[in-house]
Nanobody, 116 residues
Framework: VQLQASGGGLVQPGESLRLSCAAS????????MGWYRQAPGKQRDLAAT???????NYADSVKGRFTISRDSAKNTVYLQMNSLKPDDTAIYYC???????????WGQGTLVTVSS
């Protein structure tokens, strides 16, 4: 499975961005798709996940501002990020995995910078 993340960039506080993560290869067993982020000098943390059943989970810091969604026909997961804050500045990585972690794939990361 190969994951291609895109959509990062430089925005001002309060603006929006939409990240995309397109998958190719054998994704038949994948159950959970998500976005993680790593700010400078910090560990990589979960931002949002979505299951093939449509169940979503968000970090408290992004609830109400970020929305994760998927287009199964395009094998793509999106992260709509609104009301961006400087604290959202990070490299955003997509991750697709099975529930049991027997398959676990990461994308290459896309940089989001929120600054005035």
């Amino acid at each position: 499975v190969q994951l291609q993340a895109s959509g990062g960039g430089l925005v001002q506080p309060g603006e929006s961005l939409r990240l995309s993560c397109a998958a190719s290869g054998r994704i038949r067993n994948i159950n959970v798709m998500g976005w993680y982020r790593q700010a400078p000098g910090k560990q990589r943390d979960l931002a949002a996940t979505i299951t093939t059943g449509g169940i979503t989970n968000y970090a408290d810091s992004v609830k109400g501002r970020f929305t994760i969604s998927r287009d199964s026909a395009k094998n793509t997961v999106y992260l709509q990020m609104n009301s961006l804050k400087p604290d959202d500045t990070a490299i955003y990585y997509c991750r697709w995995r099975t529930y049991s972690y027997t398959e676990d794939y990461w994308g290459q990361g896309t940089l989001v910078t929120v600054s005035s």
